[in-house]
């Protein structure tokens, strides 16, 4: 089948988006408002940039074409904290993701724990197993109304990980990690399912290209 998205209303073309870039995985964004107000929320759309200096971004919707409060927070302070969601705290996570009123703090209504950050204003959540402090770098606006959404990219300052599982030279131990990432619908899914394939080397791919 073919789809022309000029031709679709923008809910199937959500429908088709959110189905075939999977699994992805949630920027748990933690930022603070003017009020003070600690608020938190998942993004699935969430993406790692570059390494040098560490960068990365998530896409911030509309809600019933009004500003989310992650992006008036974060237009404020100009910083956030990505936590990484896992098995442990999905539960936490869906709590979240519900449309609270601006002045309720879905730390609260979670019953999860703030933590003061190093570097940045925001809290980190305590329960999860990673977290990273950014600043913003770039703030662009993407796409129309009613769907438009901005992209927030942000520095990594400061780098949180749970000491069981930092393996030798700085890798993650993913199964233990167990990182939740979204598929469809209300569907999600876990590192727990696993396996490697090694990249080629370039005359092997000519190879392997060279036999088909």
């Known amino acids: 089948m073919k789809f022309d998205p000029g031709e679709m209303d923008m809910q199937a073309v959500y429908k088709l988006l959110t189905g075939l ?6 920027g748990w964004a933690s930022t603070r408002s003017p009020e003070g107000v600690d608020n938190l ?3 699935s759309f969430f993406i790692a940039i570059t390494p040098s200096p560490p960068h990365v971004a998530i896409s911030v919707g509309q809600r019933e074409g009004q500003m989310k409060d992650t ?12 936590n990484t969601v896992s098995s442990e ?8 993701s519900g449309d609270w009123p601006p002045d309720s703090s879905e730390f609260a209504v979670s019953g999860l724990t703030p933590v003061p950050s ?3 204003t925001p809290a980190r959540v305590a329960e999860a197993p990673a977290s990273m402090e950014c600043l913003v770098r770039q703030i662009v606006p993407v796409g129309g109304p009613p769907y438009g959404a901005h992209l927030i990219i942000g520095e ?3 780098f949180h990980v749970r000491d069981d599982l930092v393996l030798e030279r700085g890798r993650i131990d993913q199964r233990r990690l167990q990182a939740v990432g979204r598929l469809a619908g209300a569907g999600y899914c876990s590192t727990d399912d696993q396996f490697e394939l090694e990249r080629p080397q370039v005359g092997e791919a000519r190879s392997l290209g060279g036999q088909r």
């Open 21 to 26: 870039v999977v699994p992805r995985p949630i």
């Open 41 to 43: 929320a998942p993004f």
């Open 89 to 96: 705290v999905v539960e936490q996570m869906n709590t979240t």
């Open 118 to 120: 190093d570097v940045v």
């Open 71 to 82: 992006l008036r927070n974060v237009r404020h302070t100009g910083d956030f904290v990505i």
């Open 156 to 158: 990594v300052v400061r």
